[in-house]
């Protein structure tokens, strides 16, 4: 793939992010991440808890302060302090879909103002007449009905509001959208239309998703290319298809055996790998994020990343 | 074909809220055959706690079986009105194991005196014995070091650890039945599999029956001997898991089926169900799916499909499968999935 | 597994025309999510279910109606005017309740009656000002502590040292410095009231700040003071009006202790602390003990009521209680 050419959107570098609680030392959630997003692909970032997968894209966002590392939007920094012109123009052009579409919502507000929440902040609109039609388009187009506006959030099923929130980012028009985990809280039966619907509104509108998730099997589907994050740190990151046929680092590896399958016969027979950190030394040999094929990074030291460039690609 | 060592029969299980009656559960019947696993799967809110709290008098207090019964050791579970006789059963017969391990541990009390605590009141354990079964209980389940975990608190385990507490404690007096209400779905992948593999091989061991409740169909897959699929309150099809992942009747197992993203095509939209399931305040006239069913018949909104059998393990209640049905072609996916079954 | 209803139910379906395709409808299938539960329609509906609140809110209204409408009744007489009687000259003392003082008169010949309305009317004005004050600098400090990150460490350790001074020494010192009036009085206690209710909005605040929807809001860029009326504020206000509903017997309260302590309002201004104050020395005598009855009875309906109708209120507004 030619991706050197392509446009990365974003870009992540170093990227480390502290919790300071009062009094102790700080936490430390993302310690050194490192990953470029590509203008127009679903990129898929998975984890399990604890892995600052959340924490990444809302640092992303400027929700969480970064503590270390930068975070580039076309090629400008947009982490830290920044001028104001540059803070209002990453509110227009990346928005954030939230995981629990039962938190996500103001209860107490009316559908109609939580959709124009963020046409109110940027005034992205000529009058009243022009900011209804604009709610209405983006109810249309999340497959809502246009009269929902008037009605509360708790009126409605947990899909709708999830769809809701999707209304809320794109009457923003954004280029790029952090999606964090947007179908777990969602019943099984629902979850196909809301991923359906952000696959269609990706191809009509152009968009860029960043796919948080820590299912493997919706990131599998939905996915062009997958990073892989173990406590904080990035420990693979490939195209979906190659992560899934060759994967190389032991975690992504044990990540991959326990999924389950809706398929009696291979579930009998699965081995589930177990990883243990402690199968890495790194105490003389430092490890370090490098490319062991094309498109295909790792996180390791010299011997392991010998090892992995030499790995033959897995039948299935 | 054994028989069953418990068999529900169109149990009706009512509700009364907020000044109306709901039906949670409308005339569901299953059997559970001895030592093999039954994973009940179904939405949210189609009853399938609700069921099977019925197995143990633990209903809420504004819930109550309205008709129906639960035959379990010759004794009707649906007729209990005493607490004393739900105490022979509980626990002791029948256990239940919880979604969330944080709050089915007691943060005050260390995770040794829990299981003792459980082992004196069914077994008459006491002392040193008690103590010496709970560090032996303690290490089936798979906890490392069990003599000093034995003092700890359940703060200072790991979500799956904490699971493997309340599993033991649960398994603590070698029930027949263990009810598993989602246990995994709070936890990671990872541990999920492991406790997974475990229940497996206590099941192997200590001779269980275990009903696994989820609305993972991967995990079905992984556990289930056989599967019950519920839907608004019903069984709306039940066969063993190679029956209902390979060969299922019912569209609604089509429809959940269909859209995982597992079988789903990259770049094909995934075959989705519109619309949400049905107020159960309100009285349901036919089947309860039709609303949201693209194939579903006139008959579906006159009259109930009873169980139709498609093998000897294997019943659906759909009016596909009565022989004045018109043929109809499942989903490809399902398709998919046939050829991989010989009949 | 199928039962007899079943089987007979099967062979009773003749109508070969069923088994063939109905209407499907995607658009219906999408409506069918709706519900109209209502928040604050389920709030009054909980509330109005406690006969005991609703009686007690009942008879507030009526207190408070008859308080402001009594001076317009005919016949009525003037709280500070002193009775002679038009025979002998001499103040009508200490009269038992009766004829023409339904509540009979002090011991300098006021009557009771009209002292008892008007003092009420004044405490309960007091009480009502100093809410007020609470409800509007509380609540927007409290909002501003919660909030912003950056204020919470200067603003806790300020708190810590101001809230240790015990509010009596406080208010005898304002009190003194200002000389008893009735507007030292609610300046004495809107100096000291508006702390609770601001440190019980923080924490209220502190709790629903990290809620997604919360962080969704600074994502869209809405700026904090939006994000403090129209997110944070509207689930607070079913606690705010339980704490305004306990602050007011509350400032009652304080308006006698202070009365007892010498610091209250003046003897010419009517209040209920004065008034209880009055009785308290008739007490000892058998016949005069009407004197701190009635004051006392009304300052106890007023308590005893705001009480149970704020905590009714609390229990109402609770989700969990709404089947």
Redesign the interface.
């Known amino acids: 793939m030619a991706q050197d050419k392509r446009e990365a959107l974003i870009e992540v570098k170093n990227l480390r992010v502290e919790f300071r609680i009062r009094g102790s030392r700080p936490f430390v959630a993302v310690r050194d991440v490192s990953l470029q997003v590509f203008k127009g692909e679903n990129f898929g970032l998975v984890g399990e808890t604890g892995s600052g997968k959340t924490t990444i894209g ?1 640092a992303i ?1 400027r ?1 969480n302060p970064t503590a270390g590392g930068v975070i580039l939007f076309k090629g400008r920094r947009i982490n830290g302090i920044i001028p104001k012109e540059l ?2 123009e990453v ?1 227009h052009k990346i ?2 879909i ?3 579409p039962m ?7 009316k559908v109609d ?1 939580i959709v124009s ?2 046409l ?3 005034k992205n609109y000529r009058d009243e007449q022009e900011r209804e039609a604009k709610v209405q388009k983006a109810l249309l187009e999340v ?3 246009p009269e929902f506006a008037s009605r509360f959030p ?4 947990g ?2 509001r999830q769809r809701i ?1 999707v209304a ?1 980012a794109l009457i ?1 028009e954004p280029e790029f959208i952090i999606a964090d985990e947007p179908i777990s809280s969602l019943d099984v039966s629902i979850r196909a239309q809301v991923l359906n619907l952000l696959s269609d509104l990706q191809k009509t509108k152009g968009l860029t998703y960043m796919f948080i998730s820590h299912d493997l099997s919706v990131v599998r589907f939905i996915a062009d290319r997958i990073g892989v994050i173990y406590k904080g740190q990035i420990v693979e990151l490939a195209e979906t298809e190659e992560l899934f046929s060759a994967p190389v680092h032991p975690y992504t590896r044990s990540l991959l055996s326990a999924i389950p399958r809706p398929d009696p016969r291979v579930e009998r027979e699965k081995r589930v790998l177990v990883y243990d950190p402690a199968c890495h030394d790194y105490s003389k040999d430092k490890p370090r994020w490098a490319e062991v094929r094309k498109g295909h990074f790792v996180y390791g030291n010299e011997t392991e990343l010998a090892l992995y460039g030499a790995v033959v690609t897995r039948p299935g | 074909m054994s028989e069953p060592i418990l068999s529900a ?2 149990v009706v299980v009512k509700f009364s ?2 000044g109306q009656v709901l039906t949670a559960i409308r005339e569901a ?1 299953l ?1 559970l055959y001895e030592g093999q696993t039954l994973a009940i799967v179904g939405e949210s809110g189609a009853g399938k706690s609700v069921l099977t709290k019925t197995f143990l008098g633990m209903l809420d207090a ?1 819930g109550w079986v309205d008709s129906g019964s639960v035959m379990f050791e010759g004794k009707d579970l649906a007729k209990f009105a005493t607490e004393r006789e739900w105490l022979t059963i509980r626990g002791k017969k029948i256990a239940m194991v919880f979604q969330d391990p944080m709050t089915a541990l007691n943060p005050l009390r260390t995770v040794g005196m829990q299981i003792h605590e459980v082992l004196e009141l069914h077994q008459g354990l006491k002392g040193e014995a008690a103590r010496r079964r709970t560090i032996e209980i303690l290490g089936q389940v798979g906890i490392g070091d069990p003599g000093m975990r034995y003092s700890q608190y359940p703060h200072e385990f790991s979500g799956g650890m904490r699971q493997r507490v309340v599993i033991a404690i649960a398994v603590a007096c070698n029930p027949r039945i263990l009810i598993c209400d989602e246990p995994t779905t709070a936890l990671d992948v990872t541990i999920q599999a492991q406790i997974l593999e475990l229940i497996r091989a206590l099941q192997t061991r200590l001779g269980l029956t275990i009903i696994y409740i989820t609305h993972d169909l991967g995990v079905v897959a992984n556990v289930a001997d056989r599967v019950a699929v519920m839907y608004a309150g019903d069984i709306i099809e ?1 066969g063993t898991a190679e029956e209902v992942f390979y060969d299922p009747q019912h569209p609604y197992t089509w429809a959940l089926l269909s859209s995982l993203p597992q079988l789903g095509v990259r770049g094909r939209p995934l075959y989705s169900i ?3 399931p ?2 159960l305040f309100s009285e349901i006239r036919g089947d309860a799916f ?15 499909p ?2 139709f ?1 498609v093998t000897e393990s294997h ?1 659906a209640r759909t ?1 596909l499968l ?1 022989s ?3 043929k109809v072609e499942p989903p490809e996916t399902i398709r998919a999935m046939r050829a991989k079954y010989v009949r | ?3 007899a209803n ?2 007979s ?2 062979q009773a ?1 003749e109508d ?7 209407e ?1 409808d ?5 409506r ?6 209502s ?1 604050w329609g389920s709030t009054v509906r909980v509330f109005l279910k406690n006969k005991v609140a609703v009686a007690l809110l009942l008879v507030m209204m009526s207190l408070l109606i008859f308080t402001i409408v009594q001076p317009l009744l005919p016949g009525q007489k003037s709280p500070t005017k002193i009775h002679n009687d038009p025979q002998t000259g001499i103040q009508i003392r200490n009269h038992k309740p009766g004829g023409e003082f339904w509540f009979g008169t002090n011991s300098i010949g006021q009557d009771l009656w009209a002292r008892i309305w008007s003092g009420t009317r004044t405490s309960l004005l007091i009480a009502l000002l100093v809410g007020i004050w609470e409800v509007l600098f509380g609540i927007v400090f409290g909002a501003l502590w919660g909030y912003v990150r950056q204020l919470d460490a200067l603003i806790t350790e300020v708190y810590n040292v101001v809230s240790n001074v015990p509010n009596t020494i406080l208010m005898m010192l304002l009190a003194y410095i200002m000389r008893p009036s009735f507007q030292t009085m609610v300046i004495a206690m809107c100096a000291t009231g508006w702390l609770g209710m601001a440190r019980f909005v923080r924490n209220q605040i502190i709790i629903i700040r990290d ?3 919360n ?9 904090t003071s939006r994000i403090i009326t ?2 944070l504020l ?2 607070l206000v079913s606690v705010i009006v339980m704490r305004i509903a306990l602050s007011i017997p509350g400032t009652i309260g304080w308006e006698v202790f202070l009365t007892y302590i010498g610091l209250g309002l003046p003897i010419h201004i009517p209040s209920l602390g004065n008034l209880v104050n009055e009785g308290r020395a008739a007490m000892m005598s058998p016949s005069l003990r009407y004197q701190l009855i009635f004051p006392a009875v009304v300052l106890s309906i007023i308590t005893i009521s705001f009480y149970i109708m704020g905590n009714a209120f609390a229990d109402a507004s609770d989700p969990r209680n ?2």
């Open positions: 809302r966002v929700i803070d209002r509110t928005q954030m939230f995981q629990d938190a996500s919502l103001n209860e107490r507000a103002y929440e963020g109110y902040n940027t497959g809502l009905l708790h009126e409605f099923s899909g709708q929130g809320r923003m | 029969r169109d809220l907020r019947s059997d504004n039940y519109s619309g949400t049905p107020n039709a609303p949201r069913n693209p194939r579903a018949l006139k008959i579906d909104y006159v009259a109930r009873p169980y059998k019943f009016w009565d004045r049905a018109p | 597994m199928m039962s079943e089987r139910a099967l379906i070969q025309s069923l088994f063939t395709f109905a499907y995607e658009q219906a299938a999408e069918t999510g709706y519900s109209n539960y928040y809620r997604e929807y962080l969704a809001s600074r994502c869209l860029g809405t700026p129209k997110n509207p689930y709404h089947f």
